[in-house]
């Protein structure tokens, strides 16, 4: 069964992300981030088998957790971020929190609260471009955030 919230599943539309350290603001949402349209993340162990005689498997070995995200932004965003530093690479370490909103409607308190959230941390941006093409009427692109960690 999933789970959801108000009687809706979740969607992006409940989507709101924070990050203090990119919007100088601790208030979800802020306008330097409107322009995000997706935001992925992916925390992975390594597992590997482990053999014996007669090449049977006896077990498994636990390696390393790679963390990886992404987050695409339209170019207003990037450009409110360039201003920052003059450049993506520049601007330093953050922490993304994405949260998942209780109410879609704010005039209706339903008293149900949800903190499910995820913070994508140490991320930094390792490149910085342009990604566009005859014909687009909305100019975004998929910046790699390099978290060290991810915290569900």
């Known amino acids: 069964m999933a789970v959801k919230i108000n009687d809706v599943d979740y969607s992006w539309a409940m989507i709101e992300l ?10 979800a949402n ?6 995000v349209t997706a935001v992925k993340w992916n925390r992975k162990r390594n597992v590997k088998t482990n053999y014996g005689l007669g090449g049977k498997a006896t077990g498994r070995g636990f390696g390393n957790v790679e963390c990886s995200a992404s987050i695409t932004m339209d170019y207003g965003t990037q450009a ?3 201003a920052l530093k003059g450049s993506l690479g520049e601007i330093g370490e953050f922490d993304l929190i994405v949260t998942w909103a209780t109410d879609i409607d704010s005039e209706i308190d339903t008293g149900i609260t949800n903190n499910e959230s995820v913070t994508l941390k140490g991320c930094f941006f390792n490149e910085d471009g342009l990604d566009t093409k005859q014909d687009d009427t909305q100019i975004t692109k998929e910046f790699d955030l390099n978290p060290f960690d991810i915290d569900i």
């Open 18 to 27: 924070t990050s203090p350290a990119l919007t100088g603001s601790s208030d």
């Open 80 to 82: 409110q971020l360039r």
């Open 30 to 35: 802020p306008e330097i981030l409107s322009g």
